[in-house]
């Protein structure tokens, strides 16, 4: 059983377009997070939910919206794709704000033509 | 901000050789991770530090957490080509609300 799920691994679309990105968890954790992964493999926190509340939002572009409808799911929505959101996009989760380690998914390849 | 800076960049080897990736910032940590990334993957964690002066080994790797708690290093002996791979060092912003990345060290072994 894969601990930390992503569903697509591969999304590649036009600017403008809307995707969306899916995240699961089943190893019980509280709080889960979007990190993007640019071209030179940096990893940068996008959000941080904890029981389904936000509790991170780093100066993402609210095109970027995201949601966890329980403490299991987090997913992220992009609206308006621009060149620029082209990246990896990893989901992680962990037991709880600074405890441990993070688990991550297999990442989310995103390239907007 | 919280920053951690990592050197070097980039790493090419050949096998059997040793090499060591530094992980530095000005701020102090209560702890620091180092994960390792291959392609198409996500990080999987491969030691946290917690103690000022740790010293922790896993097999071929060594990591430190320097006295201040403000740099660790990865030490890999005798490298392999199962060794390559992404190394990034991360820690908890002070906040605790998430875990910061340092820009990673591309390590290539060649056999």
């Known amino acids: 059983d894969t601990a930390v799920s992503q569903t697509p691994k591969y999304l590649v679309t036009q600017m403008g377009n809307d995707k969306s990105i899916k995240c699961e968890q089943n190893?019980?954790?509280?709080?889960m997070y979007w990190y993007k992964q640019d071209s030179k493999k940096f990893l940068k926190i996008m959000f941080s939910y904890n029981n389904k509340e936000l509790i991170i939002n780093e100066t993402v572009p609210n095109r970027f919206s995201p949601k966890s409808p329980d403490k299991a799911h987090l997913n992220l929505h992009i609206n308006s794709l621009e060149l620029g959101d082209s990246a990896v996009y990893f989901c992680a989760s962990t037991r709880g704000p600074e405890v441990g380690e993070l688990f991550f998914g297999e990442g989310s390849r995103l390239t907007v033509l | 901000t919280q920053l951690l800076e990592q050197s070097p960049q980039f790493l090419s080897i050949q096998e059997g050789e040793n090499l060591t990736v530094y992980c530095n910032s000005s701020?102090?940590?209560?702890?620091l991770q180092w994960y390792r990334q291959e392609p198409g993957e996500g990080p999987v964690l491969l030691v946290t530090?917690?103690?000022?002066?740790e010293v922790k080994k896993l097999k071929r790797l060594t990591f430190q957490f320097g006295d201040a708690r403000k740099d660790s290093s990865l030490h890999i002996t005798a490298a392999q080509p199962g060794d390559t791979g992404l190394y990034l060092c991360a820690a908890w912003q002070q906040a605790g609300t998430a875990l910061i990345f340092g820009k990673g060290t591309t390590l290539s072994v060649s056999s």
């Open positions: 530090v917690v103690t000022g002066g």
């Open positions: 190893l019980g954790h509280d709080t």
């Open positions: 701020s102090v940590f209560s702890s």
